[in-house]
Nanobody, 124 residues
Framework: QVQLVESGGGLVQAGGSLRLSCAVS????????MSWYRQASGKDREAVAG????????FYADSVKGRFTISRDNTKNTVYLQMNSLKPEDTAVYFC?????????????????WGQGTQVTVSS
């Protein structure tokens, strides 16, 4: 089991950028699949981006392709989400999630561990 702590959220104007970080405790971080999810008020949680433990596999929701970039630094036990060209519809609580192995990166039920979330608000 690992513990995840997100940071980097905040208020930004449309068109702006933010970088989220997720610090992970646990010796086997480098072997975990890591993903970012988000949940807007009144809506279901949705997958945003995922990354394999080698960083070779990266996955994105259609709504963020070309604007968001997921990366990881296994030496720092940290996964990042660079968010550019932000839109008001990106407003949500963003969570990072970890799993030792998955079949479908966008299936939230495959993830064992979750962070507490960080709020991202994009004003128009």
């Amino acid at each position: 089991q690992v513990q995840l702590v997100e940071s980097g959220g905040g208020l930004v104007q449309a068109g702006g950028s933010l970088r989220l970080s997720c610090a992970v405790s646990g010796r086997t971080f480098s072997r975990y699949v890591m993903s970012w999810y988000r949940q807007a008020s009144g809506k279901d949680r949705e997958a945003v981006a995922g990354i394999s433990w080698t960083s070779i596999g990266r996955f994105y929701a259609d709504s963020v392709k070309g604007r968001f970039t997921i990366s990881r630094d296994n030496t720092k036990n940290t996964v990042y989400l660079q968010m550019n060209s932000l839109k008001p519809e990106d407003t949500a609580v963003y969570f990072c999630a970890a799993a030792p192995r998955i079949t479908n990166w966008d299936n939230e039920y495959e993830y064992n561990d979750w962070g507490q979330g960080t709020q991202v608000t994009v004003s128009s």
